[in-house]
């Protein structure tokens, strides 16, 4: 049965808080405490990571609007004050691109470097993206194609896919996934490149499924949505790492 589109915002008193944003920060905290505590039990100074990754949360905080400002809503650049209405859209491919480029190269050169904590950001990146995740679930707001699936959603129009919901589910699994690989020891220093496919094959095939006879739904470029062109080469790169005989960064 499906569940009611649009959840309403959470109020504070005078405040009005968006269960986006909120689940959001809670996946940042919950993904920063796992992977301090996983690079901990590897035996390296946490604190370089623990700053690379708020530096990266802004930056991907910055790429994710930049994304959704150039991919989706160009026009809205006539306007400059668009850059800084952070909260008016977000593209969750944007914030990757620039998080990841921003994560790397904070870690570039400070002790053991992406290479060691390489696992440790793994384990920590999934859960908390699957957090935040949850939130886009909560407020439906990555609809998809009309379906009489069990899971589907009741958007106003009628039943629908629902993409965050999908997305946070295929998190959780790897998860468990890379959870489960640590644990018995396999793959050291290549968990990143087991979330990165995991996650490129699994965001592809799940945009097949994203609404098109929306207003404002994604664009297609020969076909493919902005998320599937940037998954083939993060699916690439991780299919590569994970065949070369020492983890590669």
Known sequence: MGAEAGLPLLRAGPLALRPTGLLAAAGLLLGLAVAVRAARRDGLDHRPLARAVVLAAGAALVGAHLGHLLAYHPEELADPWALLRLADGL????????????????LRGRGPGLAR???AIALGLAPGWAVAR???ALVHDHPGRRTTFPLAVAYPDGLRHDLGAYEAALLLALSALLLGLRRRGVLPGRLLAVLALGYGLGRFLLDFLRASD????????????????????????????????????
Do not use: E, H, K, Y
């Open 134 to 136: 949850v939130g886009c």
């Open 91 to 106: 593209s969750s491919m944007g914030g990757l691109i620039f998080g990841g480029a921003a994560l790397a190269l904070a």
């Open 117 to 119: 904590f390489a696992d």
């Open 214 to 249: 929306l207003p404002g739904a994604d664009p297609r470029w020969s076909g493919l949505t902005l998320a599937q062109w940037v998954c083939l080469p993060l699916a690439a790169w991780a299919v590569r790492a994970l065949r070369a005989p020492r983890a590669v960064w």
